[in-house]
């Protein structure tokens, strides 16, 4: 029904910056709120970013003044700038978006595949 494809990851050495996108497609009517989760080795998933769809945004306390949300609503579509990485930051990051389903409008929560973000000199 809905799709979130990801890209932008990669390997980064400590200081570096990479920028995320996240794209939704399938049988939209709506987006609301969109986010990006990360989850390390040995850990649970958790929220780095959020923002909703008037623009409104959250973030996770070790990740503010170097991480930035941003979204384009006429493309669907939701990035997350990083500078200044540290190790710490190495994850598994997923996209999240809370969805309005054309035709039946029903809300589901839907996630992307998640893309690896390495940070290591």
């Known amino acids: 029904q809905v799709q979130l494809v990801e890209s932008g990851g990669g390997l980064v050495q400590p200081g570096g910056s990479l920028r995320l996108s996240c794209a939704a497609s399938g049988n939209i009517f709506s987006i609301n709120d969109m986010g990006w989760f990360r989850q390390a080795p040995g850990k649970q998933r958790e929220l780095v970013a959020r923002i909703i769809g008037g623009g409104s945004t959250n973030y996770q306390d070790s990740v503010k003044g170097r991480f930035t949300i941003s979204r384009d609503n006429a493309e669907n579509t939701v990035y997350l700038q990083m500078n200044s990485l540290k190790p710490e930051d190495t994850a598994v990051y997923y996209c999240?978006?809370?969805?309005?389903?054309?035709?039946?409008?029903?809300?589901?929560?839907?996630w992307g595949q998640g893309t690896l973000v390495t940070v290591s000199s």
């Open positions: 999240n978006a809370g969805a309005v389903v054309r035709g039946s409008l029903r809300y589901i929560e839907v």
